[in-house]
């Protein structure tokens, strides 16, 4: 392969960069101005002080505007919304946090829950962060089971307004963005209640806008705040705890949009079902998923900047016959603790892409179909997990990859580690989340999976068992045409045909899926549903797992087609291929357990593996400024030796 020009870094960089190049590049500039130089600190007070002034500057230039609609203030712009602050976590990750918090959870809460009275009455201010809020679900006995919050919203007709109560300790908001310090106002998440014939009756869990402290700071009467202190990470942060004893708000503050209560305490709704109703108010709020997934992801592509740049200047042993040290970057064990993982970050940036433009693309519709906003949901759960869980190892190995060097604060390392740790536990635990994918996929065979307990799933599957299509990516001509034209065969090479490498993917998911369904057959006969469910959890797992390696490939491949420069798009093939061998040989196991390789041919797949590193070796750098991350966002005293010189002369 020719040695690239220098312009093969930008053609990268603009192929991952995506729809929203622009804001992308807008937030470059941005983030490169001192404000937003990371620094690390564990002291909460310093962190926080520092985060709430980089927010109020990005609320003076407008950065909130494109995740509001222009009626209600804004642009209307909702990738770009999730573009920004998806950018931020290159620079600050509890400023990422917050913003999303503030921006997208909270206001978002506002906007895609309530109504025209509360659209006028908040979204501008919250803009504008005039308005402070937070996000109130998570309870400390509650977190992934939102269903089965204990808060209760109880509506006193003779007041005209709903009584807000933690009833049980579990029952206390927990772990809440904003709780500790800023927030005056919190969407909380709550069992609504009223009396029909002397009876009360639960509606399920619906919102409602909670004033929490007045303007000086102070609790609220019958607001009971307190601060989470120091946890493993996003110093800046003020994540806090909330309880409630009989705290009144007007009926007006329920985010009426999908329930709504008269004055005399009739409960009514556009959606009849109370399960579809519930899981419908929570789609609505995907985009605080997508914007974790991303963020992460960001996060793990500077963690591998700076230790690629890093085995590029670091040098040990001397080879038998020359006098001079080795890089580190030119071992292959070392190749092989990067490059994958490099490969990878490329491959969920394509997928994370092709994400953030259906979300925009259902959230601007006048009428979104409800179909596509399902599956929506379901790529939004698999991708978070996806992210998050890459993010964790990646920034891990990099730690690693970079010696006690890589422990130093200095190094941004383990200040990365640190703040991303819990995101692969906000937004949805990862398992949980990977189980929903599992749940979207079974939803071939029904279309009312989606509100389906667990037990009930098992007893549709049961009966319903039946093939199933393999339903392709947005890239379904160009993956179609790959997988035709393959020649499939024992030869090594075959395991770098596209077609070949799609096609082990897709046969895994299919027989992963078709085989999970056969099993809840099976096992339905002999026990009950809900031991039938727990006794495949692991076997659900898989099968979502493979389903979204084989979307990530399939926008990988969607993401070289796309690439207009042959030079990039040549390294974007190589790495595509480590990608999709690195999927294959942590799955090995499975694919000789089931004959689709031999052992022969799983072997060649660790030699494709260890060819393919050797021929990115060149062209590390240009891997990762191809990332596109600001020289002061990557910054590393390490990476500057000179300093040391500096130090050591003064």
């Known amino acids: ?223 009971t705040t307190s601060d989470c202190e120091y946890k493993g990470g996003l110093p800046g942060v003020d994540n806090g705890r909330i309880v409630f004893d009989h705290v009144r708000v007007p009926r007006v503050n329920l985010l009426n949009k999908y329930g709504d209560v008269a004055p005399d305490g009739t409960y009514s709704s556009p959606i009849e079902n109370p399960n579809r109703r519930f899981f419908t108010m929570l789609g609505t709020l995907v985009r605080g998923r997508i914007t974790v997934g991303g963020s992460a992801g960001a996060a793990g592509r500077v963690a591998l900047d700076i230790a690629t740049r890093y085995a590029l200047q670091r040098k040990q042993f001397t080879t038998p016959d020359g006098d001079s040290e080795v890089l580190i970057m030119d071992y292959l064990v070392h190749q092989r603790r990067l490059f994958p993982l490099i490969a990878k970050s490329y491959a969920l940036q394509f997928a994370q892409n092709e994400l953030v433009s259906k979300c925009h693309d259902i959230q601007s519709a006048d009428d979104p179909d409800a179909d596509e906003q399902r599956e929506l949901e379901a790529r939004a759960a698999g991708l978070k997990a996806a992210n998050t869980w890459h993010a964790t190892r990646a920034i891990q190995e990099s730690r690693e990859a970079c010696g006690g060097a890589g422990y130093m604060a200095e190094n941004r390392l383990i200040a990365l580690r640190g703040d991303t740790d819990v995101f692969t536990t906000f937004e949805g635990d990862n398992h949980v989340l990977t189980q929903l994918v599992a749940k979207e996929l079974l939803t071939a065979y029904a279309d009312d999976i989606k509100s389906m307990s667990p037990v009930e799933w098992v007893r549709f599957a049961a009966n319903a068992v039946g093939d199933r299509v393999i339903k392709r990516t947005a890239a379904e001509t160009i993956i179609q045409t790959i997988v035709d034209a393959r020649q499939d065969s024992e030869e090594e090479g075959s395991l770098f045909n596209r077609g070949t490498q799609i096609k082990m993917f897709e046969d895994r998911e299919e027989y992963l899926l078709a085989s999970v369904a056969r099993r809840l057959q099976a096992k339905s006969k002999e026990m009950s549903e809900f031991d039938a469910f727990n006794s495949v959890q692991d076997h659900v797992l898989h099968a979502a797992s493979a389903h979204i390696d084989r979307v990530v490939l399939e926008a990988f491949v969607a993401g070289i087609d796309g690439c207009p420069d042959e030079q990039a798009r040549e390294l974007l093939g190589i790495l595509c291929d480590l990608y999709a061998l690195s999927v294959i040989e942590d799955d090995k196991a499975w694919y000789i357990e089931h004959r689709y390789l031999s052992t022969e041919r799983a072997k060649a797949v660790t030699r494709g593996i260890n060819d393919r590193c050797r021929a990115l070796r060149p062209h590390a750098q240009t891997l990762v400024d191809g990332f596109g991350i600001p020289e002061r966002l990557r910054y590393a005293e390490m990476l500057h030796p000179e300093n040391l010189s500096e130090a050591l002369t003064s």
């Open 1 to 223: 392969m020719a040695p690239e020009t220098t312009s093969t870094a930008e053609h990268l960089r603009n192929a991952l960069d995506g729809r929203w190049r622009d804001v992308r590049n807008r937030m470059r500039e941005t983030l490169s101005e001192d404000l937003f130089r990371p620094h690390y600190t564990p002291n909460t007070v310093i962190a926080r002080t520092k985060v709430a002034e980089q927010m109020r500057i990005m609320a003076a230039f407008g950065a909130a505007a494109d995740g509001f609609r222009k009626e209600h203030g804004g642009t209307g712009d909702v990738g770009a919304a999730i573009t920004m602050i998806e950018m931020l976590a290159m620079s600050d990750l509890s400023l990422m946090v917050k913003a999303g918090v503030q921006w997208g959870l909270f206001g978002g809460a506002v906007e895609n829950l309530g109504t025209e009275r509360h659209h006028e009455t908040y979204v501008p201010k919250i803009i504008s962060l005039e308005l402070r809020g937070c996000f109130a679900m998570t309870e400390t006995g509650h977190g992934s089971d939102v269903q089965s919050l204990e808060t209760t919203a109880t509506y006193d007709p003779a007041t005209e307004e709903f009584v807000i109560d933690s009833p049980t300790p579990s029952a206390r908001k927990d772990y809440i963005g904003g709780a500790a310090e800023t927030a005056t106002v919190a969407a909380v998440f709550a069992q609504l209640i009223t009396t029909e014939d002397g009876k009360p009756v639960n509606h399920g869990v619906h919102c409602l806008l909670v004033p929490i402290r007045d303007a000086d700071g102070n609790d609220l009467p019958g607001v």
